[in-house]
């Protein structure tokens, strides 16, 4: 579950789009989003989420998101910059934590943006990349697409798509979808963010869903700064 938690973070992850979309016609269908907020790739950019949630085994969960971007570095022999998110978050009857540290890598063009995988800074597990698509900078109510294929030190592998959604009032939704298998194929884990933002990129909110296999329960968290 730690690092699905850490995966809010990836809400900017868009793939080439391919078009598409559902039957109910967006608001303002030929409005252009920017995909990434201004400064999101800017050594020393910081950004901090108050959350609350619950879990369906009757958990009531509050805490804080931080990510910074950090100084470029050289990650799978090419350059890229890492982003640290903290995570903290208590679960108030039972005092249960979870905490982790968590650097995600992205290439640094911002006409090539690729997610190119995360290190877990408290379990020590590697997540690099199989396959991966160029994020767009820019991209219009329907259009959805893969952002790609990664595997992690366990032999688990993870899946990421999105698609981006109307939501009102001249906003989108973006939503990312995450699955997670283990080497027999079976299911881990799976995620999904949905990110309100407005035409310039920027975060308004976020909804993070978590549904654990191994437990059955899923994790609901509200962010807002």
Do not use: H
Not at 92 to 118: C, H, M, P, Q
Not at 149 to 154: E, F, K, M, V
Not at 172 to 181: I, R
């Amino acid at each position: 579950m730690k690092k699905y938690l850490v995966l809010f973070a990836l809400i900017l992850i868009q793939g080439c789009s391919s078009g598409g979309g559902d039957s109910t016609a967006p608001i303002v269908p030929d409005t252009v989003f920017q995909l990434f907020e201004a400064g999101s790739f800017t050594d020393g950019f910081k950004e901090t989420w108050n959350v609350t949630g619950t879990d369906t085994a009757g958990g009531v969960w509050s805490g804080v998101f931080d990510e910074e971007v950090q100084a470029e570095v050289t990650y799978d022999s090419q350059p890229a910059m890492p982003i640290l998110t903290l995570v903290q978050l208590t679960e108030s009857s039972s005092n249960g934590k979870i905490d982790n540290l968590n650097v995600d890598f992205w290439s640094t063009s911002a006409s090539d943006r690729r997610f190119l995988g995360s290190n877990d800074l408290i379990s020590g597990t590697m997540t690099v990349s199989a396959t991966t698509a160029a994020i767009p900078e820019t991209a219009k109510i329907g259009d959805s697409g893969a952002v790609g294929t990664y595997l992690d030190s366990a032999g688990s592998v993870e899946v990421i798509s999105w698609r981006l959604d109307d939501g009102g009032n001249g906003q989108a939704k973006v939503v990312q979808l995450v699955t997670e298998k283990d080497q027999a194929g079976i299911l881990v884990s799976s995620s999904t963010t949905t990110t309100l933002i407005d035409t310039s990129g920027n975060a308004i909110s976020k909804t993070l869903e978590i549904y654990t296999a191994d437990t059955g329960v899923t994790l609901t968290l509200f962010l807002n700064k």
